[in-house]
């Protein structure tokens, strides 16, 4: 089975380097800049489970894509989704599956679209990782685990020889019998902690120290009920676990939302926080507002200071 993996940035270069060191035919479509530096460097991926050094990772880019691949692995940010669809479309054929590691759901739409409902999985990872400074890999935490699924419960499916290919590659890997409910589980965990640790520009700890944390708690009952509304209430195990995690006394975990506002770059904050809250309809969702309303004055902030005005 032929794997593209889009962009080798912090998961699909975590993951697909995996891959390539389990002896699978994967290539990376990357832009001239990467490739580039892959040509040049390698591609190495620092991780406490074992450290990857691959001297030559297969790249491939856009123009050069003539034929369809069997998996294409997406791993950009949603904000580059369209042009990550232009890139990669010359490879998908008609058996080709598309199995993107975005967080949120939107993207699932547009890629169904675009490319037809049949050919797009579900997908989620649960991983920590990051390019760093020299473009390495940097896995931050032992947990790397890649869960996918169909989509429609009663499509025509290719999920067994797409578990056979990722499986046994060095990294944990399931598939779901109920993506959607998954994904949306993780987005809600994602759009919580990424909204109030940037509404207070602050960790979890610091938010309990500064006696936010009910705004914490108050987030979460927002973001369950927009999950409820739509379809899919988070089970009691995903509550658990989200309440856990943002009333943690001691905890330094901020999401990577906030790293990318104190770095300057560009956020995902309307994939994962404007989505959510559209998805809302006319509910009273004050604190998800807010949060999504800060983001994106710190987006049009970034903007006016991006073109010198
Ligand atoms: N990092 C993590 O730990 C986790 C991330 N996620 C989610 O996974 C998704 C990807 O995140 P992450 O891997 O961190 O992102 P990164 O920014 O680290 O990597 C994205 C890569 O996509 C590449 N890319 C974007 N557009 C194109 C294009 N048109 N052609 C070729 N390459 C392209 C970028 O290339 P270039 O270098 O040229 O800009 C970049 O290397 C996000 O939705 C994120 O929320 C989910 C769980 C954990
Ligand atoms: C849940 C968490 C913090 C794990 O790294 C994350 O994925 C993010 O903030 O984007």
Known sequence: MRILVLGAGGTGGYFGSRL?????DVTFLVRPRRAALLAERGLHVRSPVGHLDLPAPPTVTAD????????????????????????????VGPHTR?????????????LRERFGHEAVLGGLCLISAALDA???????????????GELDPQATSSEPAVLKVLDDAGFDVRLSENIRQEM?????????????????????GDIIAAGAGDLALKLWDECAA???????????EATQRVRRI??????VLMASMLRDVESGSRTEGDHILGD???????????VLRAAHLHVRAYEARRERVTQGK
């Open 98 to 110: 598309i199995l993107p590691l975005l967080n949120g759901m939107r993207h699932l739409e547009v």
């Open 276 to 286: 959510l809250l559209r998805r809302g309809g006319e509910g009273n969702y004050p």
């Open 134 to 148: 020299e473009g390495r890999i940097q896995h931050f935490a032992p947990a790397h685990k890649l869960v996918f």
């Open 20 to 24: 390539l060191a389990a002896g699978r």
């Open 64 to 91: 050069a894509l003539d034929a369809p691949f069997d998996l294409i692995l997406l791993s950009c940010k949603a904000y580059d989704l369209d042009s990550a669809m232009d890139a990669f479309a010359p490879a």
């Open 226 to 236: 927009v999950a409820t509304q739509c379809g899919y209430p988070p089970g009691e």
């Open 184 to 204: 949306w589980e993780k987005w809600v965990l994602i759009a919580n902690l990424a909204g109030i640790t940037c509404l207070m520009r602050a960790s979890v």
């Open 246 to 251: 943002i009333t943690d006394v001691d905890s």
